[in-house]
């Protein structure tokens, strides 16, 4: 499976951008699809994460700023984020995962970058 993520850039501090991944492939096993980030310097860290049936995670940090969707039928996962700060300046990373059969895939990144 490859995924293909899209919409990052540059924003001002109180924007919004919305990230686009998609999977190469119709999935049907149970998976979770998600996106991860990496600042500098930093470990690369969850941000959001939805699986088939729809249930959610999301980091402290981006509650009530980021919304994590997918459409299972074109095996696609979103993340809109809103109220962007300096902080959500990262390589966003898009992620499948397959938990029973303890596989994982990445996409290639996309760059947010949230600056004045």
């Known amino acids: 499976v490859q995924l293909q993520a899209s919409g990052g850039g540059r924003v001002q501090p109180g924007g919004s951008l919305r990230l686009s991944c998609a999977a190469s492939q119709i999935i049907f096993s149970t998976n979770v699809m998600g996106w991860y980030r990496q600042a500098p310097g930093q470990q690369r860290e969850l941000v959001a994460r939805i699986d088939n049936f729809g249930l959610i995670n999301y980091a402290d940090s981006v509650k009530g700023r980021f919304i994590i969707s997918r459409d299972n039928a074109n095996n696609m996962v979103y993340l809109q984020m809103y109220g962007l700060e300096p902080e959500d300046t990262a390589v966003y990373y898009c992620?499948?995962?397959?938990?029973?059969?303890?596989?994982?895939?990445w996409g290639q990144g996309t760059l947010v970058t949230v600056s004045s």
């Open positions: 992620n499948l995962n397959f938990p029973r059969a303890g596989t994982n895939y």
